[in-house]
């Protein structure tokens, strides 16, 4: 038995189950059975032949067991993850073939030591090569059948709990917006700009109406194309811009050819809404936030990093909405950065979308 090492799981939890009452069960049945392939009926002819033949084929039994479980446990501590299956088992059969060879050499040793005063047929070399061969495939199929189970079933688990997470986040993210405190300060920039431009006052409506159209729209879809995720964006900064004017200073810079890319819903706007809510925006410090493709298939914000003293309320569930979403749908993570001076997140771009703008 390997023992069990601080930092690293128990023996059990790397394999999957508790094996100890198996081997205890599985080695004397097998160890009465093998007797029968190798002398057939000449074991059992007495208690005498079959006793010293029993301890010696349970001998074996345990032999290649403890071989294949010691290998199992060890490469799976190397090599855990499920993208390294093939190299573990590769290196697993290295492992164990030199281990057959020089456990055998000893095992016969000691099997010409224990039964020299008994008389029995020998079986062919071959005969106990194969009935070795199939134990410790039977052992390592055991085990590996158990463990994919185990991987399996903690995928659906997973996947499920993502799913709830997944819709949650969603509803955190509509939360967001249709909260009263967006709704108070867009109608309060409204009651400024009507008396001194009608006309804005009709095109700030008209986005207001957009935004809250788009949010009810995308409530069933679980990611949307780039482009469409920016158009709505438009609307989004269009009425903050109006309330902050120039002290809040955009930069915005997605070539058009990484548009057909998916996003999940909200993501941009959430991360807007949360440099918004956080910063101070004055004529003496103005915000910035600048929204490019950087390092590949990935989108970056940045914003400076000017903290008010009093916030904006909020549900205080924006970042970890974004990571749970894309959680669900990327193995690549979202990337947060505060360095003291500027506050980024990165997230992937997932696919390229079958959609494309009219």
């Not at 205890?24 to 079959?50: D, H, K, M, R």
């Not at 700009?193 to 006052?201: N, Q, R, V, W």
Request: a neutral charge.
């Amino acid at each position: 038995m390997i023992p069990k090492k601080e930092g690293r799981p128990s023996n059990r939890e790397i394999i999957g189950f508790d094996d100890r009452l198996a081997i205890a069960i599985a080695v004397p049945i097998l160890g009465s059975f093998i007797p029968f392939l190798l002398f057939e009926n000449f074991a059992y002819t007495s208690i005498s032949n079959f006793v010293p033949m029993w301890i010696m084929s349970s001998l074996y039994t345990i032999s290649y067991w403890l071989m294949v479980r010691t290998v199992i446990i060890r490469k799976r501590i190397t090599y855990p993850h499920p993208n390294q299956i093939g190299r573990r088992i590769g290196l697993s059969i290295l492992m164990i073939a030199p281990s057959y060879l020089i456990l055998n050499f000893l095992l016969d040793y000691i099997h010409q030591f224990a039964l020299h005063y008994v008389d029995h047929p020998e079986p062919s070399e071959f005969t106990t090569n194969l009935i070795s061969i199939f134990l410790i495939m039977l052992f390592w199929s055991i085990y590996e059948s158990i463990y994919m189970y185990h991987g399996w079933k903690n995928s659906l688990n997973e996947a499920e709990r993502l799913k709830r997470e997944f819709v949650q986040a969603q509803l955190d993210g509509l939360k967001s917006q249709v909260n009263p405190h967006f709704l108070f300060n867009s109608l309060n920039t409204l009651v400024y700009i009507i008396p001194e431009d009608p006309e804005k006052a009709v095109e700030f409506v008209q986005k207001l109406a957009k935004v809250y159209r788009y949010i009810l729209e995308i409530q069933e879809r679980r990611l949307i194309p780039l482009w469409e995720e920016m158009e709505f964006l438009e609307s989004f900064i269009f009425l903050h811009k109006e309330r902050f004017c120039d002290n809040l200073r955009l930069n915005i810079e997605v070539p058009k050819s990484e548009r057909n890319h998916l996003i999940v819903p909200l993501s941009l706007q959430l991360l807007f809404e949360n440099a918004i809510k956080h910063n101070i925006i004055s004529k003496e410090k103005p915000l910035s936030i600048s929204l490019k493709v950087e390092e590949g298939k990935r989108l970056v914000i940045r914003n400076t990093l000017q903290l008010r003293s009093n916030p904006e309320p909020g549900t205080k569930t924006g970042l970890s909405n974004i990571k749970s979403r894309y959680e669900y749908f990327s193995d690549q993570p979202v990337i947060i950065e505060d360095t003291g001076k500027e506050f980024i997140v990165s997230i992937p771009l997932i696919q390229e979308a079958i959609i494309t703008a009219a």
